[in-house]
């Protein structure tokens, strides 16, 4: 497991803070006391509780052809039909994986392709559950086509993610489980894929990013 570089100048800064308050603490002191102790303990708290956001866990892709991987780590919310307007403009099955301040926030191509889309989007920062975040969120839109097929999949901002990174551009090939993205902080991953798909997962699931296969594509 490594450190993803989206963190290098949050915990460098947050190192030298807390670093700081417990060296003005020491020298403030006239000896070594308890309180010297518990600010140094709660302060590795602090910064091991940041590093972990930003782990990058080595995983292997296993999806056989045809099949899609999560993009992404976190809870299963969302399982439904609907029209997607922006890109597809067609009926297609949205699901929606939700990540907390908790999970792994890489996002991983679900699968192999040519990026045929790659747009950010302005927008609000509603709660990454809330129904409306898909449309009215900071977000990017992301499309992957292998073959007939198109997938579209958004990385969405929440209330705190408001740092949304994509690293794909239009015409580029990626292979299936590359690094395309990073959202920093609490958030949300919707992919559509085509009605007639198998999915693969259920509501409420946890699911893990590059290796929990989402979806069996129709043939």
Known sequence: MTLHREGNKILLGLFSVLSLLNVWLYFGASSWNWMNAVLLVISLIIFLIFAQFFRVPK???????????????????????VEESEYLKDKRIQVSIFMSPLNVHVQWAPLKGIVKYAKYHAGLFLVAWHPKSSTENERTTLVIQQGEHEILFRQIAGAVARRIRFYIKEGQSVEQGEEVGFIKFGSRVDIFLPLGSEICVNMDQKVSGKTTVLARLPK
């Open 59 to 81: 995983r292997t892709v296993t999806a056989k052809d045809g099949e899609v991987i999560c993009p992404a780590d976190g809870k299963v919310v969302v399982i439904e039909e």
